[in-house]
Nanobody, 124 residues
Framework: QVRLVESGGGSVQAGGSLRLSCAAS????????MGWFRQAPGKEREFVAS????????YYADSVKGRFTISRDNAKNMGYLQMNSLKPEDTAAYYC?????????????????WGQGTQVTVSS
């Protein structure tokens, strides 16, 4: 069993920054690929970023590329999403997720573990 708990959300003005954290417990953190997704009201949950088990490879949605950075610290069982140059369209609930897949994937259906989410609100 894997438990993921997000933190670090909040309200910020456009152009600001936030750092989301994902605390993992249960199964060894480094045994699964990690991703971040987000869901705005009335919209489907969408892929944001993913990172391999070792942290050596990452992949981003075009909408956040160059502004967001995903990272992980396997020794601390922690994952992170650094968000810079935030825009109002980044407003959403952000979810940390874990997958048993070995290859980076944007498909939320293959993520086995999910956190409860943390809200990010960006005002103009």
């Amino acid at each position: 069993q894997v438990r993921l708990v997000e933190s670090g959300g909040g309200s910020v003005q456009a152009g600001g920054s936030l750092r989301l954290s994902c605390a993992a417990s249960g199964r060894t953190f480094r045994e699964y690929l990690m991703g971040w997704f987000r869901q705005a009201p009335g919209k489907e949950r969408e892929f944001v970023a993913s990172i391999t088990r070792s942290g050596g490879n990452t992949y981003y949605a075009d909408s956040v590329k160059g502004r967001f950075t995903i990272s992980r610290d396997n020794a601390k069982n922690m994952g992170y999403l650094q968000m810079n140059s935030l825009k109002p369209e980044d407003t959403a609930a952000y979810y940390c997720a874990g997958s048993n897949r070995f290859i980076l994937t944007t498909n939320r259906a293959v993520y086995n573990y999910w956190g409860q989410g943390t809200q990010v609100t960006v005002s103009s």
